[in-house]
Every structure is written in structure tokens, then in C-alpha cells.
């Protein structure tokens, strides 16, 4: 190989190599969703008593870099089935069609359409949630924060039960049971960029 | 006595509607239901606290005379349903507790709970509370049919001492003339 192909091979792969590693740069790798250390609950009020759920099975699809927060994106799936209570009841009633409808609509989602920071280790993100079928626009304000080897989204919000039918017929009525539901994140990433 | 007619009201209440609220099916009838009860077995449980704190600073009027192994027995029924007035409703309480259902007295005053949501314990508490409820019940009615003994069989008046206008063994109340 001659130098003066050289001279022009050399400028040219630096060149591409400097072009993918922008394209990764632009796109960082997914972080991992750890099993342990997350949570997603939801308190819902029966006749003023709070009365508590939590999902058993859920997975995320979380892209961010916290120093370039409007570049990434959030997808979030949970398995309406695995809603767990203290008791084997509501277990067993919440699956049903008047409720989450687990047979028909196994999954609720939420996908980011826009984040942006919010302070420090803060982000406002905003997307759509998807439950039975409905799908609203939502803010989801989170907190970033290191824990070990991984980094904790938290945080909560409210959404109201009915603007996704969860509790047809009888118990629309929002007197017995509210239709605010607080929901109660923590997500424990591995991978990460960091804050 | 005022407590004693009270308490009986409610207990009774309570019981019934204990009975009739499990074989509902999940509705908002059935959450009414459950959250009345529990709002009476909380007050039970006040109430009962009164009237033992009264028991114990003033002296109950004398036993109507009977033979000394029926007064025993009668003596073991109080303590007995004394014991159940709270044992019942604490145990009730507790199952509600474990089963993630922490009691807001009248839907207004979240109370404590005094053992944190457990599926295991829930399991367990609520056959006790329904024995120690069944228990209960038993000895209400073994308390009621002595007291009925007493008085119409026995003669010996007892169920006036329990009646308001003969508290203090006085004459009935003169009608008055105009």
C-alpha cells in the first residue's frame, strides 16, 4: 500500500469512527432494569381506608443520559395479572373485566415522549399511559439518584381510576372508592450514565 | 346498665352483620358492611373499656341468692364475656391489619395498626376471630337464658334491677293527673 493510500484511508476510518462513535453517543446503550430494588405500588381509598397494591411483574426500557436528558426515552410495561394485595380476595378480584381486565388488556404501558431536567437529579417526563385501552398524557416528575452500582428513579404521581374505566358499573361511584390513585415508583438501573 | 343495654345493641349488631357480610359477594354493599362493622367493633372496644374501668371502681350490686355453684358459674360468664368484649374486636382488628386493610374509624380517623399487612397472619387471625365471635355468642346466650331463669323461673326479680325506671328499687312512676 502506498503512503498516499494511506494518506487517504487513514483520515477516512478516523473519520466514520468519529461518526459511529456520535451515533452511540447519541444513543447510549439501554440501561438494565434490576428486579431488585424496584417497586411499582398504587394506593387506591376505600371509604377513606388506603388500601395498597403492588405489581409483581413489570419490565422498562429506560435510554437517558442524565447530562442530555432530552435525548432519551422511557417505555415501561406492566403485566396487569400481577397485581398483588394483602389479601388473597382482591387478588383474585382486581384481574377481572370491571377492574384492570387482565385477559383483554394484559399489558398497561407508558411510553416517554418528552424529558427534560427538572434541578439537579431531576427530570419532568412527559409521555402517554396506557391502561385497558385508554391512554392519557402524563408528567411523571422523577428523582435520580446513585445506590450502589445502579441508579434509583423514583417517584409518584396521580392518576384518576376512571379515565381508564378501572371499576365499572357499581363501583364508578368515586364516594366509596376514589378515583385518585397515588402510584409509587422506584426503579433500580444498571448502566446508567452518570448523573 | 346504660352501657350494658347499649353494648348489647351493638354487640348484637355486630355479630349479625359479621354473619351476613362474608357470604356477600365483592360489592360496594359488601364494603359498607364490612367498614360498619369494623367501626362498631372499635367503638365496642371503647365502650367495653368504660364500662370495665367502671366495674372496677364501683362495686356491683349483691348476687341474688343462689347456690354457691351457680354463682361461680355466673361469675365465670362476666369474666368470660368481659375477656371476649375485647379479645373480639382486638382480634378483628388485627386481622383487618394484616390483610392490608388498616381501620379509618368512621372514614375519618385512621387508626394504628398493630401488626403490619402479613398474608400468613391474616390467614390465621381471621379463624380466630371468628371462633372467639362464635365463643362470644355462646356465652351471650347462656348469659341471657340464666337471666331468663332467674326471673321467671327462680322469681327473684332479677331482670328489674337491669330496668331503667327500678334502678334504685323504687315504686313505678305515678301517672300524672291533671
Known amino acids: ?195 | 346498665m346504660a352501657l350494658h343495654w347499649l353494648l348489647a345493641l351493638m354487640i348484637l349488631g355486630s355479630l349479625g352483620v359479621g354473619l351476613c357480610m362474608t357470604g356477600l359477594p365483592f360489592s360496594p354493599a359488601r364494603l359498607k358492611l364490612y367498614n360498619w362493622h369494623k367501626w362498631a367493633g372499635v367503638t365496642i372496644l371503647v365502650l367495653s373499656t368504660l364500662r370495665l374501668l367502671w366495674r372496677l371502681t364501683h362495686r356491683p350490686p349483691a348476687d341474688v341468692p343462689m347456690s354457691a355453684r351457680q354463682q361461680r358459674a355466673a361469675h365465670a360468664a362476666h369474666a368470660a364475656l368481659y375477656g371476649l368484649f375485647f379479645a373480639v374486636p382486638l382480634a378483628g382488628w388485627a386481622y383487618s391489619s394484616a390483610a392490608g386493610f388498616p381501620v379509618v374509624l368512621f372514614g375519618v380517623l385512621p387508626l394504628p395498626d398493630f401488626v403490619g399487612p402479613d398474608r400468613a397472619l391474616s390467614e390465621s387471625l381471621k379463624p380466630l376471630h371468628q371462633w372467639l365471635a362464635y365463643a362470644l355468642a355462646a356465652v351471650i346466650a347462656v348469659h341471657i337464658v340464666a337471666a331468663l331463669k332467674h326471673h321467671f323461673v327462680d322469681r327473684d326479680g332479677l331482670l328489674l334491677r337491669m330496668m331503667p325506671a327500678r334502678r334504685h328499687g323504687g315504686a313505678p312512676v305515678q301517672p300524672i293527673r291533671s
Open chain 1, 1 to 195: 500500500m502506498s503512503s498516499r493510500t494511506l494518506f487517504v484511508l487513514v483520515p477516512l476510518f478516523l473519520a466514520l469512527a468519529g461518526a459511529g462513535a456520535q451515533v452511540a453517543l447519541a444513543q447510549p446503550r439501554p440501561a438494565q432494569l434490576q428486579a431488585a430494588g424496584s417497586e411499582i405500588a398504587f394506593t387506591t381509598r376505600q371509604m377513606g381506608v388506603p388500601v395498597e397494591g403492588k405489581f409483581g411483574q413489570f419490565s422498562a426500557r429506560v435510554v437517558l443520559d442524565p447530562k442530555k436528558p432530552e435525548s432519551g426515552n422511557v417505555n415501561l410495561t406492566i403485566d396487569t395479572a400481577s397485581a398483588r394485595f394483602g389479601s388473597a380476595e382482591l387478588d383474585a378480584e382486581v384481574p377481572k373485566p370491571i377492574w384492570l381486565h387482565a385477559a383483554g388488556f394484559p399489558k398497561a404501558t407508558f411510553q416517554s415522549s418528552r424529558i427534560q431536567a427538572a434541578g439537579p437529579g431531576r427530570f419532568d417526563v412527559a409521555g402517554k399511559l396506557t391502561i385497558k385501552g385508554s391512554t392519557r398524557d402524563l408528567v411523571v416528575p422523577v428523582q435520580l439518584a446513585p445506590a450502589g452500582a445502579n441508579q434509583v428513579a423514583s417517584g409518584s404521581f396521580t392518576i384518576k381510576r376512571l379515565d381508564f374505566k378501572v371499576g365499572e358499573a357499581e363501583w364508578a361511584d368515586t364516594s366509596m372508592l376514589a378515583n385518585d390513585v397515588v402510584v409509587r415508583f422506584k426503579l433500580a438501573l444498571a448502566g446508567l450514565p452518570p448523573l
